[in-house]
């Protein structure tokens, strides 16, 4: 009985001592990521002018020329997919340590994302092996959706010809995010200006999402949106869709 008691009290310690970060940090981290990636976009747009052509009156112009909405949602797009597709390469490496039925096939890192919703290319186990492609699948709904946002995905479909469609119905990300004035029980435009407000909010966990299936050998695009545009908040449905999917 000493021997036991002693035993947990050692196992206690050693967990006491172990570096862990509230939930709600991660959170915010994630949440502070978008208005981050916009701050870096128009900062980059406005040193977009030659050093050699600038002067303190066009440094000023170029200041005060903001980028549009479509130039600033792309860049937004571009680097937070791309931070989620490096931190998706490392997760998975690390959680399917312990599933060695899994395939292990790292690839080298993408230095870009593919467009956004549009194909993948050459051919993918989505559509060329579907018990692998399944086991992939469960794999990121289950072990590394509850390791990142402490819980699984609630729906898991699929038309068997490489498409599929992941539902979480509290994203955690978004669940967070405050609502415009009005918004809330509306059905109309309040509800669609929250789905475009929470849109950027979605590219990081599209890149992790392809950054997990790329590590387990499966390429793929990825796209998401706000359930039932805006109406649905926070539920979030993210597709994918494997290389000569249908």
């Known amino acids: 009985m000493a021997d036991s008691s002693k035993a947990s009290h050692q196992n206690a310690g050693a967990d006491s001592d172990s570096n862990l970060v509230a939930q709600s940090c991660f959170d915010l981290l994630l949440i502070e990521l978008v208005p981050l990636a916009q701050r870096i976009a128009t900062q980059l747009h406005a040193q977009s002018l030659p050093q050699t052509h600038r002067t303190p009156l066009t440094a000023s112009k170029a200041a ?21 597709y490096r931190v998706g390469l490392g997760l998975a490496e690390a959680l399917s340590a312990s599933h060695p039925l899994l395939p292990t096939a790292l690839p080298a890192p993408q230095s870009h994302p593919p467009g956004k919703g549009g194909e993948a290319g050459g051919a993918s186990a989505l559509t060329t092996n579907p018990t692998a492609a399944l086991d992939t699948l469960k ?20 038309n068997h010809r490489g498409v599929f469609v992941l539902t979480d119905n509290r994203f955690e990300p978004i669940r967070r995010c405050s609502l415009p004035v009005g918004a809330a029980g509306s059905t109309g435009g309040g509800m669609e200006e929250a789905a475009k407000r929470a849109q950027p909010f979605l590219f990081f966990p599209t890149g992790l999402i392809r950054g997990v299936l790329g590590a387990l050998g499966v390429e793929a695009s990825v796209s998401a ?8 908040l926070p539920g979030v449905v993210f597709t994918i869709r494997g290389a000569g999917a249908r």
Not at 143 to 158: C, G, P, Y
Not at 225 to 232: C, D, F, I, K, L
């Open 64 to 84: 005060s020329t903001p980028l549009d909405d479509t130039e600033l949602h792309d860049a937004m797009y571009y680097r937070l997919e791309s931070l989620g």
């Open 139 to 158: 794999f990121l709904c289950k072990d590394v959706w509850t390791a990142v946002f402490k819980k699984q995905i609630d729906n898991l479909k699929t």
């Open 225 to 232: 949106e706000v359930a039932g545009g805006g109406t649905g």
